[in-house]
């Protein structure tokens, strides 16, 4: 690459940007130091980032000797993986259906679907919540995952992609042979792959990331995702031990962070595709 | 059935067959939809008329009174108006945040991806988590932002204890999180603007930067920052996460913010027909805020 030279507008644009980034990095930063600080270091409320005297193992013992760390994140891969899967098995048969094929509900579909746009997990909660109570249904992993298993997201997300699709390959297979769902299967899917990996980025962040629903549904701490393991890690931690708060938080946000950094150009567009049609 | 199909043309039958077809594939998400979606969306406006209570057998349609009780509900006020001022604060704030730093970056050549994954960062972090490190960095003795006001003599605030503060703590971290969701947006947004405008634009007299930004690019935008509007205030008015993790509304009821004050009447007091009446508040909310998405997009942002 060219470098081009430093004129004084970039300087400043360069240090403004600097700065900034330095901000968002401070909690990652002091996330980092403070793992691995002891709690009278902690308390001497000093800026230094280098431990003193390395608590970093003694923290992590604590960290995962509360909470079982590693369920939480089994928990959390499982129930996100469920909930993608089932997402993309039952969005992509209905928005081909209504981008493809000519059928009377389809109108009607559409309007089903931009309501369900507008309606927040938060909004069902109750009646979904009492319904799962009357079927003693809580504290299991069915209660995380079902009412996610439909999103209207992915069916308004997946029409876009198949509208734009020309219909002679649709044609071509049928001519072929090949029956509706093989199409779907062989011909639609693969063929839309950059919409569903930027669905699963997207359904992937809003899941892990979610507290309101497990918060409502689990009071077994066998079933907690991530977020709702912290809140259980921060009551059973007496007090302000912040050392092993921050070890324990930073093997909760390491995973999704490491996928992130790995394929951070896919999360990226993926986030900007879903973003600018969401 | 069978003669009925012998009678029709081939036309009609592969018509049928194509219909057929489509119901089937479509029936297992309409199944969930009405399950998932449309059934509990009736059942909440429903139940908002009700004193029903969860544990108790019985309840009754209470007409209006839900909503009587929700208007002079101190609480629920003070939720309303906390949700109002920490979407005014979060929501100009990182756009005009996003925006900033997505023009840097892209007149910047130089670690263009490395900014671009900085910023975004907060957006990839467990959210629960995050707050529980702002918690530590707000803590008022201990806490590395009060020790650092302190090396110039500036007393810091109790960000999250302090009833007058706690709003302003909160949106630091809203923003803190929103902002790179909305420079990708707006990086996305920019991009597409076509470089011969920019050109156009000198040629027409517009020397400046300023003058660039002004004429090409904030009237482009017009359509990407609409929509990064919508999506920052929906979600500042679903604050949650770091209501529950933080503050559970404290002090004083001082951040208590719609969610949240659902949660707690919904969900840990078993209220639910008093919930259903707030959510029912909630949903008229999103309802609006689309409407008015859909009304500005109608007449102010056509820029052809």
Known sequence: MMTA????????????????????????????????????????????????????VANFTKAFSRVSMGNLLWNGVLVCGIILVLQVIIAVPCAYAMAKLQFRGARIMMSLVMLGLLIPIHATALPLYVAFDKLSMLNSYTALVAPFSISVFAIFLFLQFFRAMPDDLIHA????????????????????????????????????????????????????????????????????????????????????????LLAQKRFVEGITMTGLKG | MADAVLTMSPVETAGRREARTAWLLASPAILLMLLFIVLPTIAVIVLGFTDFELGYGSFR????????????????????????????IVTPVSIALGLGIALLIESEPRGRSFFRTVYFLPVASLLVAMATVWQYLFHPSIGPLNTFLALFGIPGPNWLGASSIVLYGLSIIGIWQSVGFNMVLFLAGLTAIPRE?????????????LDRFRLVTWPMLGPTTLFVTTISVINSVKVFETVKTLTEGGPNKASEMLLFTIYQEGFVYLKVGYASAMTVVFLAILVVLMALQYWFLDRKVHYT
């Open chain 1, 5 to 56: 030279p430093m004129s004084f507008g970039r300087v400043c644009r360069l240090s403004l940007l600097s700065i900034g980034a330095l901000v968002f990095l401070a909690p990652y930063i002091f996330m980092i130091s403070t793992a691995g600080k002891g709690q009278s270091e902690i308390f001497s409320a000093t800026l230094s980032l280098i431990p003193q005297q390395w608590a970093y």
């Open chain 1, 173 to 260: 297979a049928r001519l072929d042979g090949m029956s509706e769902a093989g199409i779907v299967a062989r011909v639609i899917v693969p063929n839309a792959w950059p919409s569903v990996t930027a669905f699963a980025i997207f359904s992937v962040v809003a899941h892990w990331n979610d507290l309101f629903w497990p918060l409502i549904v689990i009071t077994n701490q066998g079933y907690a995702t991530p977020p709702l393991g912290l809140l259980f890690f921060r009551a059973a931690e007496a007090g302000d031990d912040y050392g092993a708060l921050m070890a324990a938080t930073l093997i909760i946000t390491l995973p999704l962070v490491i996928v992130f």
């Open chain 2, 61 to 88: 349609f209470v007409g209006l009174e839900n909503y009587h009780e929700l208007m002079s509900d101190r609480t629920f006020r003070k939720s309303l108006w906390n949700t109002t001022v920490y979407t005014a």
């Open chain 2, 197 to 209: 405008l920019y050109s156009a634009a000198e040629v027409d007299g517009a020397k400046s930067s």
